[in-house]
């Protein structure tokens, strides 16, 4: 991206077969420190299943659920990332869940016009 090229890839979406083309998404760090928001990009296709992302369960067989996003911003968590606490402790931001342990979870619009003015200041 900092060479001004296009990056595209796919992203667990865990059980949500809801994302369309277009829809707007934020990706968020979970697991270990810093955690929070560390991307943003647009759907460009629609879930779809493939081997799973764990080589193990792929071996077994298992499947997974994909979508295919175009990023528009795409941070180094250890350098800078929108903080999961700065999330949860904000008025509006923290009307959101941010907690989850699945993929493709759905912000509520109010908190998404927030998300996005202060996305733009990273």
């Known amino acids: 991206m900092a060479a001004g090229e296009i990056v595209t890839s ?15 998404l ?3 760090k979970q697991g270990t420190e810093p955690r929070g928001i560390f991307a943003s ?10 081997p799973h992302w764990d080589e193990e369960k792929a071996a077994l067989g298992v499947h997974t ?14 350098e800078l990332i929108l903080p999961r606490d700065l999330l949860k402790g904000h008025p509006i931001l ?5 907690d989850t342990q699945v993929s493709g979870t759905a912000v509520k619009q109010a908190v998404l016009v927030e998300l ?7």
């Open 10 to 24: 796919r992203w667990g979406c865990g059980r949500n077969k809801h994302i369309q083309p277009g829809d707007r």
């Open 26 to 28: 934020f990706m968020l």
């Open 41 to 50: 990009g647009t759907a460009v296709s629609h879930p779809f299943a493939a």
């Open 65 to 78: 659920n994909y979508v295919k996003l175009q990023y528009d911003t795409l941070l180094i968590p250890e």
């Open 94 to 98: 923290g009307r959101q869940y941010w």
């Open 116 to 122: 996005e003015k202060i996305w733009q200041t990273i």
